[in-house]
């Protein structure tokens, strides 16, 4: 059973900059996933990762602005978010899924962290 824990949320005004990180306990054969979830909307996707890094995936609200990589000997998967806007304000979650593929859908993952907040002023 993995355990992961989000960090690196809070507060900072639009055009900023903040990094996320999770740390995953357990095995490391994970593919990862970051999701967001803003309140009165759906939890949504924002980045994938594979296990070996090669393949990530964005979405299209996101891509060019965000970056998502891991540290496999940390057991540690980062999101890099630039140029930041109020509309990037929500929860963001960390998933897990055993195997290296990692998927937009949020139903392919098996282990989710307890999110951490992200608020952007204008």
């Known amino acids: 059973q993995v355990q992961l824990v989000e960090s690196g949320g809070g507060l900072v005004q639009a055009g900023g900059s903040l990094r996320l990180t999770c740390a995953a306990s357990g095995r490391d054969f994970y593919a990862m996933g970051w999701f967001r979830q803003a309140p009165g909307k759906e939890r949504e996707f924002v980045a994938a990762i594979s296990w070996g890094g090669v393949n990530t995936y964005y979405a299209d609200s996101v891509k060019g602005r965000f970056t998502i990589s891991r540290d496999n000997a940390k057991n540690t998967v980062y999101l890099q978010m630039s140029s930041l806007n109020p509309e990037d304000t929500a929860v963001y979650y960390c998933?897990?899924?055993?195997?290296?593929?990692?998927?937009?859908?949020?139903?392919?993952?098996?282990?989710w962290g307890q999110g951490t907040q992200v608020t952007v002023s204008s």
């Open positions: 998933a897990a899924r055993l195997g290296s593929s990692a998927y937009s859908d949020s139903t392919e993952y098996h282990h």
